[in-house]
């Protein structure tokens, strides 16, 4: 690309190319001490009045020209809102506040608490108002302050969305034909502004610690794949650059399956799911079966531990899902993150290296085994002539070997995930005691990195991109290919189009994820043949660093 000024590099979560001016979202305005306490002199008040009258005008305008310039719902929704900022019940418990000596900003924010109050206790339809309100409280002060507007912009053309951070309560209503790519200073690829990019299907960059530096309306070019921000970027460049993402999207939109590499190769894309409604919604999709069901995600509020006849019931509406196809059941992953409060945790000062997944055993004999017993009748109950079910956070070979006996006493397949890397290290011992691997990339790079997978500060740490990580998967999948035995990955990773082509050239079988990624690595896939896979996989482990291999991959693995 030509005509580059500057790069601002983060975490791209969500691929594709947007290129439009950015557009930011201000803090909410702080007011002073000094505007709290003062008491504005008799004289003054009427000034005062007037000053606040101005404010809300201006307020009130700006949402009623952006509600004519929109359509639809966000018509409506802008229109009302203009109307909350000229209630005549907010605007007189404010003026009266003044005309008994408060500023113009204190008595913004009294009169809005005062009607937030109110709106709480009738409820219902008034108590959703209550966000709205509390905007129009803070567009207000801020403009009797001077400061910019806060909150985030309300774009009647196409912008690139940039924060801090963004809460729920931001994002609810953001329309992807105007805020066309999310970029933020922090969060991680697991946080709130990543969920919601997915699901409005824009590009999506995380974790840019210098995005400060990028002043409002400036044009910016977002690459969701390499997790960077470009500003001055020519613009017949970056609509050229849309244009063709554009393609690739419909691509993805029309995509059935089963994946196949440009030279024939099949390549089995699973869905991960927490329970039987996902299960059965993913069977609708183009998965070609389970890779991997988090059973734990079925128990996060149950006290008492479900008998066998529940768990089995459970564990048949994800079974009878895919008959006769391959589901991937995971035993319970409790701990760390994932309390499960049958489970009994004792509290622990570093519970990601405490006792969680297949641990859990020792301090609760009995319990992974009784959920085996259930596996084992759900299978019974649906027919399933060949279940697969894995431990997670294997460590060692006794671990392995207990688990997989077990598992062979109830006619189960067994196998084991790749979360910790001393798995990785003895591959072949391990792929010696069970019939499979599946790699679990978010633990993996936690644990190989030492790095919180939930931390947002160290979000370029937890990215599996990370050459190391890439290099313990490689030995698993060598394991693999030795043995003959399926080695597949379940983490995050597999849901990355170009990561998920170089698994395939470092050895990896099968690739599980989210039920709605599994187009978009279909595409990719099926866009580049093995060898390019391999030899992608070849020259990203010779880099020295995440984003040195994910530009290796995207110059290798993209026309
Ligand atoms: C993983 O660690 O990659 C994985 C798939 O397990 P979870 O995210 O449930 O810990
Ligand atoms: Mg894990």
Known sequence: MENIDQTVHGTGVVSGFAYAP??????????????????????????EVERFKGATAVVANRFTERASAAT?????????????????????????????????????????????????????????????????????????????????????????????????????????EFVRALVTRLGGPTSHTAIIARQLGIPCVVAVSELGKIPES????????????????????????????????????????????????????????????????????????????????????????????????????????????????????????????????????????????????????????????????????????????????VATLDEARDFAAACRERDLKPGIMVEVPAVALLADQFLAEVDFFSIGTNDLTQYTMAADRMSSPLATLTDPWQPAVLRLIQQAGQAGQRTGKPVGVCGEAAADPLLACVLLGLGVTSLSMATTAIPAVGVQVGSVSMEQCRQAAEQVLACGSAAEAKAKAAELLTA
Not at 22 to 44: D, F, H, K, M, S
Not at 122 to 134: N, S
């Open 218 to 393: 400036t044009p910016v070019l977002v690459d969701g794949t390499l997790g960077t921000v470009t500003v001055g970027v020519a613009a017949e460049e970056g609509q050229r650059l849309v244009e063709s993402d554009a393609a690739r999207r419909e691509a993805i939109r029309t995509w059935r399956g089963p994946a196949h590499t440009s030279d024939g190769a099949e390549v089995d894309l699973l869905a991960n799911v927490q329970d039987g409604p996902a299960a059965v919604k993913a069977s609708q999709s183009q998965a070609g079966g389970i890779g991997l069901f988090r059973t734990e995600l079925c128990f996060l509020t149950a006290q008492t531990e479900p008998s066998l006849t529940e768990q089995a019931g459970i564990y048949a509406q994800v079974l009878g899902a895919f008959p006769g196809k391959k589901v991937v059941v995971r035993t319970l992953d409790a701990g760390s993150d994932k309390p499960v409060p049958f489970a009994n945790h004792d509290e622990e000062e570093n519970p990601a290296l405490g006792v969680r997944g297949i641990r859990l055993e020792k301090s609760n004999p009995g319990l992974i085994m009784r959920q085996l017993d259930a596996i084992a009748a759900a299978a019974e109950d649906v027919g399933s002539q060949t279940t697969w079910v894995m431990a997670p956070m």
């Open 22 to 47: 950015a557009g930011w979202a201000r803090p909410r305005p702080v007011l002073p001490p000094r505007l709290q306490e003062r008491q504005v002199p008799e004289e003054q008040r009427e000034a």
């Open 72 to 176: 639809g719902v966000a018509a409506e929704v802008l229109g009302a809102t203009a109307s909350l900022a000229k209630d005549r019940g907010w605007l007189r418990a404010a003026q009266k506040l003044i005309n008994q000596g408060s500023t113009a900003e204190a008595a913004t924010e009294a009169a809005t608490e005062q009607f937030v109050q109110m709106f709480q206790q009738v409820g219902g339809l008034m108590a959703e108002r209550v966000t709205d309100l509390r905007d129009i409280c803070d567009r207000t002060v801020a403009q009797l302050m001077g400061e910019p507007e806060p909150g985030v912009p309300q774009p009647t053309s196409p912008i690139v969305l940039m924060a801090d951070d963004l809460a729920p309560a931001d994002t609810a209503g953001l329309d992807p």
